[in-house]
């Protein structure tokens, strides 16, 4: 298993429009950060996690060219306003691509994106051709088994995924026990981290560090990151399982 993780950043993306801080900037790469998606490629398929507003050039960016299905963790726009995007791997796919949520997030995804499903939406430049797939618990796209696990983003509800001995949880700033119990013998986690200070709906990077101990990864990724972290600063005092993610970041399992 592969995994690229096309965009690491949070929902304001880095550099933040109108900052000057250092981060911001940085001529550094590495402190070039798009909203937060995964590509994970198991057994022949890319499996997109997340649709962000910065699809399009995290795509050219890495070289991708085919996706075989999308899954989703949550509605928000950072996660879901490049599902337009889809329809150039229509166009070179010649067919439709499949797409997984929970029911509340597609009927939310089907409302946003009413002209997708409607049929007698002028077709224009074209619309995406999507299979839509609710799901409530576990399922498989095309053999390969995804495990939705439910964590909190605040007060809502949302999911990560375990792929085999993967697992992406972002926009989390708690585990249930009942989800943590799904996350033992992990090769690879992936896990949102905002900023130094606590914020009341994306855990901290000080919190972060505590559900890595508790759940014991081999190697741990921090993903979702703001303009507080300078990448060649805070990386090296990381403990060493355990790195920032970067846009293009590739980890094999």
């Known amino acids: 298993m592969k995994i690229t993780i096309l965009g690491c950043g949070t929902s304001t993306g880095v550099p933040v429009v109108g900052c000057k801080c250092n981060v911001c900037r940085s001529a550094d790469l590495k402190n070039k950060r798009t909203r937060a998606s995964a590509l994970v ?56 691509i499949p797409i997984y949520a929970s029911p509340k997030v597609m009927d939310r995804v089907k409302l946003l994106f009413d002209y997708i ?59 249930p026990d009942a989800s943590r119990r799904l996350l033992s013998g992990l090769k690879l986690l992936v896990i949102g981290a905002l900023r130094f200070r606590p914020h009341p709906t994306h855990f901290s990077i000080n919190q972060a560090l505590k559900e890595i101990e508790k759940l014991k990864p081999a190697h741990a990724i921090l993903t979702h990151l703001s303009h507080s972290f300078d990448y060649q600063e805070l990386n090296p005092k990381l403990p060493p399982h355990v790195e920032l993610a970067y846009d293009g970041i590739c980890l094999e399992i």
């Not at 398929?45 to 299905?69: F, K, M, S, W, Y």
């Not at 299979?131 to 964590?151: L, N, Y």
């Open 117 to 175: 499903w409607n049929p007698g939406t002028p077709i224009g430049g074209g619309k995406p051709l999507l299979d839509a797939h609710p799901v409530s618990g576990e399922f498989e796209v095309a053999g390969v088994k995804i495990t939705p696990i439910e964590i909190f983003h605040g007060s809502q509800a949302i999911w990560g995924f375990r792929i085999q001995d993967f697992a992406y949880l972002t926009d989390c700033s708690s585990i």
């Open 41 to 96: 490629m198991v057994n022949g398929l890319n499996i997109l996690i997340d649709t962000p507003p910065d699809l399009h050039q995290q795509a050219l960016a890495n070289g991708l060219e085919r996706v075989d299905a999308v899954i989703f963790t949550h509605d928000h726009a950072d996660h879901i306003f490049g599902m337009d995007e889809l329809r150039s791997f229509n166009f070179a796919q010649n067919g439709a």
